[in-house]
Nanobody
């Protein structure tokens, strides 16, 4: 199962590191994505890894500020977030699947965590 942690309240310009424990998953070959859902909005992908191509993808809205990494030995995926903005507020999910298409598309993923809340506010 997937378990996210690390969310919290942070001031604009601050940083957070989210973790996703991925026990029982093969991170070497899986597609991995981080998604977020803001109140009243649809869930959107913020960073992802395509398992087929090995490419990382990040939308322009978060490029350079949100970075994904993983520790295959520990079965953990991280999302490092810098220079956070109020519009980054939302419930953040990690997801794993056999991603072969657009890795920012949530339909590519079979397994999801419960999410961890990130609130950016002064």
């Amino acid at each position: 199962r997937l378990v996210e942690s690390g969310g919290g309240l942070v001031q604009p310009g601050g940083s957070l590191r989210l973790s996703c424990e991925a026990s029982g998953f093969n991170l070497w070959s899986s597609g991995i994505g981080w998604f977020r859902q803001a109140p009243g909005k649809e869930r959107e992908g913020v960073v992802c890894l395509n398992s087929a191509s090995g490419d990382l993808k990040t939308p322009d809205s978060v490029k350079g500020r949100l970075v994904m990494s993983k520790d295959n030995a520990k079965d953990v995926v991280y999302l490092d977030m810098d220079n956070l903005k109020p519009e980054d507020t939302g419930l953040y999910y990690c997801a794993i699947g056999k991603v072969v298409g657009n890795c920012l598309g949530e339909n590519e993923y079979e397994d999801w965590g419960q999410g961890t809340q990130v609130t950016v506010s002064s």
